[in-house]
């Protein structure tokens, strides 16, 4: 791969790669005013690169150009907007890059720029996440429309990871009233555990609130003014989860072309969160392990180690210990987590705690929506207390956020009420804590109409296919515009 190759500016000149990229910077004309975020050109052809420049200068656009794929991406920083790319480079193909930016830069949006007029480059970048695939020679005026398109997606989408980032540090948890003895002594147990400053595990099946519980901890410490950072252990690519934990230096792997800090060290100062820590593969463990015992991060391909205050609050629904006895968890790792530990209780064993908790939800759930509070009918309640709610708290969320929508009346009634065959582990599950309720069995058809039960039907393949609605439609043997009327006549929102 070629590290050495130059960065072109707007300007025309032709300099080294490693000088700042400020400087590069173009300045916004006057006329069009400033814009906020900056464009990346790629493209190894010097006229197509002054040609852009030309017009994005004129339309007020902060822009840097690089000939070549290593030196373009070092250009892509945290301001970056739009990458314009060519997708024949000499040193990385554009292909390669597009993926690279889909999964470090999710909301940099990528317009292809290339002399290939092959339809199969064209759907396999639209597929790769490119938000527009333009063949040269390339008309200008429609150029800049899409670059104020793909300007504004990128914006839309910079705003919302803002906001999630800003609502992850500061909005803190809503707790769940309840007087139930239970929940009092859960939470009392939160508020010791939160007082110390010992790592922390958490188990409990899926759904019943480890996240939450996590979060609270690190909001009652005395580390609430730090980051609280999740590192979800059974999402991330499992040769990833290493440099993503502990982050790498350019060049240490294929794909590493830049320096990169890991979680752990942006949790610095504040609390680590590893949640489903049992799917952690069996060959990182021991790297987990000397963090703990050391408390400190070495880069992946760096020579030294950086010191990290950090605390670990560990999560999971698979049994750890039975993990140990199989062999996929260490033992030393298991009894390093396990200094402060507990165990939430599944909903089903949250005996007579179950109303307290429903209308705690509703009450939320109303004041999210902006509606006026809706109540629930004693046969309602009667029907949540038979379901087995294998999904815990979160599938009880999710049926009372739909009844809400959908009750007709100021109460939530049974036939608001749709138990979904929740996708769940049945791992967390044994026999005996699981017994079968009529409510568990998923929709009762008895009894309800045509129209209950067709609604039922959608809303279920929905569920079931990730609100993907062509194949819902084609799982329902109806067309695709079917099911976009169906949903609308039956106001299914999804
Ligand atoms: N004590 C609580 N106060 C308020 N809401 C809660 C509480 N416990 C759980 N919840 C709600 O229940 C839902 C599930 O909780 P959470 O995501 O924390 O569960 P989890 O055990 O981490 O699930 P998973 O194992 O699937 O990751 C969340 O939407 C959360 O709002």
């Known amino acids: 791969m070629a590290f050495n190759a130059t960065i072109q500016h707007q300007s025309g000149h032709t300099r080294r790669g490693s000088d700042s ?124 429309v899409f670059i104020d398109k793909a300007f504004n997606s990128w914006k839309v989408a910079d705003e919302n990871t803002n906001l999630k980032s800003a609502h992850s ?72 989860i290493q440099s993503e934990l502990f982050g790498h230096t350019k060049g240490s792997f294929t794909g590493a072309v830049t320096d990169r800090i890991g979680h752990a060290e942006v949790a610095d100062g504040g609390t680590l969160f590893l949640d489903e820590i049992g799917d952690l593969p069996i060959d990182l463990q021991p790297k987990l392990l000397t963090f703990l015992q050391e408390r400190t991060v070495r880069r992946l391909g760096a020579s030294e180690s950086n010191k990290v205050d950090v605390r670990l609050v560990a999560a999971t629904h698979h049994d750890l210990a039975a993990l140990c006895r199989q062999g996929l968890f260490r033992q030393d790792l298991y009894f390093r987590l396990l200094v402060l530990n507990l165990e939430l209780p599944a909903l089903r064993h949250r005996t007579g705690e179950l109303p307290n908790i429903a209308n705690s939800i509703i009450e939320a759930v109303c004041e999210r929506q902006g509606i006026s509070r ?55 599950l044994t026999e005996s804590s699981l017994e079968p309720t009529p409510a568990a069995i998923g929709f009762q058809l008895a009894g309800k109409t045509l129209e209950e039960i067709e609604r039922a039907a959608i809303i279920e393949t929905l569920d079931m296919l990730g609100g993907n609605k062509a194949k819902s439609a084609r799982t329902l043997g109806i067309s695709e515009k079917s099911i976009y009327n169906k949903m609308k006549r039956l106001k299914i929102e999804y």
Request: glycine share 6%; aromatic share 6%; with cysteine.
């Open 374 to 428: 809706k109540t629930i009918s004693s046969r309602a309640m009667e029907m949540l207390e038979q379901h087995a709610w294998p999904g815990n708290i979160r599938e009880l969320e999710n049926v009372l956020e739909r009844a809400t929508a959908f009750a007709k009346s100021d109460a939530i009634e049974p036939q608001d009420l749709l138990f979904s065959n929740a996708v769940f582990d049945q791992r967390t």
């Open 169 to 240: 540090q500061s909005v803190p948890v809503r707790e769940m009233e309840s007087t139930a003895d239970v929940h009092v002594r859960l939470m009392q147990q939160v508020d010791q555990i939160a007082s110390l400053d010992s790592t922390v595990f958490i188990g409990g099946e899926t759904g019943t609130g480890k996240s939450t519980i996590a979060r609270m901890i690190h909001q009652r410490s005395k580390r609430s003014a730090g980051p609280f950072v999740t590192v979800n252990c059974a999402s991330l690519p499992r040769d990833l």
């Open 21 to 144: 990229p400020a400087d590069s910077r173009s300045q916004p004309s006057p006329e069009h005013g400033p814009k906020v975020g900056s464009i990346v050109a790629i493209d190894d052809d010097p006229l197509t690169l002054r040609l852009l420049s030309a017009h994005l200068s004129k339309a007020g656009y902060d822009h840097k150009t690089a000939d070549n794929g290593t030196d373009g991406l070092e250009l892509v920083d945290d301001s970056t907007a739009v990458v314009v790319l060519d997708l024949r480079l000499p040193d990385l193909s554009g292909f390669q890059i597009l993926q690279y930016l889909k999964e470090h830069h999710v909301n940099v949006q990528v317009i292809v720029l290339t002399g290939s007029d092959q339809v199969k480059d064209a759907v396999e970048a639209m597929r790769a996440g490119a938000f527009q695939f333009v063949t040269k020679p390339f008309d200008p005026d429609q150029f800049l």
